[in-house]
Structure formats: structure tokens, C-alpha cells
């Protein structure tokens, strides 16, 4: 089994301040972790994803995720958020159920960048 | 880049009726997944299919039926619409079975079933 806790479903920054999106999960095997990008009216895309290898990983727009087994925690920060950062973030993890590739998603949250 | 179109952005329809959503991916993708999004509760798995004519269930299937007679189409059926169904439905696909494969995800179709 797996799941993902994303805790804070809204979060405010302001501008040029300190991202950070907190994610913790569970998983019966090595996990497998992303996050995922939803801006207003469109699909998510990929931000960074986690498979094995450095602990740090770094994304676009200057996104990075540290996978953290101990504290099973894979947050999200950004060091200087930008007006386009507004949108709603997801962390997924991937691990694999009856056979398959199976990917739960948590329950997102949203950035908001006040001016 | 890899994209995945869906074939209607906002769709109203009537209780009981049959509501067919398309999607179409360019890329030759083996996966395709149907979601669906709700506040509060993220994104849900309804269907996936890992190659032509097959289909798996996912985590929410009752009240969905899905085809696949091609590669690159994937469809989501709702065979009586009931309002429970109201909703955001986003469509994947992934290149191929494998735990660190990237999903891409087309822009929605926001269903209102009145």
C-alpha cells in the first residue's frame, strides 16, 4: 500500500520569498516520488521526480525536492517565489499494485504569490 | 513534446445520459489512465489500459466504462450520467510500464451533469 500526505492545502508567499511545499508518504517499497504542476486551466505537468540516486533533485523553474528516507519526506522549495509560481502542486508516488505501475497522487496544494 | 489532446473542454449533459470523453496522444504511448478531480480529494484513478483492447481497473471504476480499439485513443464512458459524476476528468499517458515513468496529462474536460 501508499499514500501521500501533502500538508496545507493553501499556502502564501510572497514575492521573492521561501517556497517551501511539504509531502510525506508511505510506501511498501522504495518509492518511487514526484511532483507535478497544475497551472490554472490546463493539465499537470512534470516539475522533478525522485527514482534512485541523488537525494536532491532539481526542476524547472528552479524547483528542488530532497528525499529525505528517514523523515519519509520528499518537500518542495523554491528560493525566490515569482508571480508565475501561482498554481497547485502535486506530490505522487509510484509503486506497483497487481502488476501494474500504479501512481497515487495527494491532494494537492495551491500557491499563492502575493505581490 | 509530447501532447494529449481531449476533445471538449467544458461539457454539460442530463441525468441518465450516455457522456462519451476522448482523448488522443502523438506519441506512441503504451499507458493511457483516466482521473478524476475533485476538491479536496486530489486526482483518482478511474481506468488504465497498458496496451491496445486492454483495460484494468482503477481505484473509482463503478459508473465508468472506458475503450481502447486504438493505440493513441483512449475513451471514458459514462454509460447513465448520474450528478455524483460532476467533475474534472484529466487523461495520461506514459511511454511505458516502469515505477519512475513521467505521466503527461491533457488539459481537462469539466463535465456538469445536471
Known amino acids: 500500500a501508499q499514500s501521500v500526505t501533502q500538508l496545507g492545502s493553501h499556502v502564501s508567499v510572497s514575492e521573492g520569498a521561501l517556497v517551501l511545499l511539504r509531502c510525506n508518504y508511505s510506501?511498501?517499497?522504495?518509492?518511487?516520488l514526484f511532483w507535478y504542476v497544475q497551472y490554472p486551466n490546463q493539465g499537470l505537468q512534470l516539475l522533478l521526480k525522485?527514482?534512485?540516486?541523488?537525494?536532491l533533485v532539481k526542476g524547472i523553474n528552479g524547483f528542488e525536492a530532497e528525499f529525505k528516507k528517514s523523515e519519509t519526506s520528499f518537500h518542495l522549495t523554491k528560493p525566490s517565489a515569482h508571480m508565475s509560481d501561482a498554481a497547485e502542486y502535486f506530490c505522487?508516488?509510484?509503486?506497483?499494485?497487481?502488476?501494474?505501475?500504479?501512481?497515487?497522487f495527494g491532494t494537492g496544494t495551491k500557491l499563492q504569490v502575493i505581490p | 513534446d509530447v501532447k494529449v489532446t481531449q476533445s471538449s473542454r467544458y461539457l454539460v449533459k442530463r441525468t441518465g445520459e450516455k457522456v462519451f470523453l476522448e482523448c488522443v496522444q502523438d506519441?506512441?504511448?503504451?499507458?493511457m489512465f483516466w482521473y478524476r478531480q475533485d476538491p479536496g480529494l486530489g486526482l483518482r484513478l478511474i481506468y488504465f489500459?497498458?496496451?491496445?483492447?486492454?483495460?484494468e481497473k482503477g481505484d473509482i471504476p463503478e459508473g465508468y466504462s472506458v475503450s481502447r480499439e486504438k493505440k493513441e485513443r483512449f475513451s471514458l464512458i459514462l454509460e447513465s450520467a448520474s450528478t455524483n459524476q460532476t467533475s474534472m476528468y484529466l487523461c495520461?499517458?506514459?511511454?511505458?510500464?516502469?515505477?519512475?515513468?513521467?505521466?503527461?496529462f491533457g488539459p481537462g474536460t469539466r463535465l456538469l451533469v445536471l
Open positions: 495520461a499517458s506514459s511511454f511505458r510500464q516502469g515505477r519512475g515513468e513521467t505521466q503527461y
Open positions: 510506501s511498501s517499497v522504495p518509492p518511487y
Open positions: 525522485y527514482t534512485t540516486g541523488a537525494t
Open positions: 505522487a508516488v509510484s509503486g506497483v499494485s497487481g502488476g501494474y505501475q500504479k501512481v497515487t
Open positions: 506519441m506512441d504511448h503504451e499507458n
Open positions: 489500459s497498458y496496451d491496445v483492447k486492454m483495460k
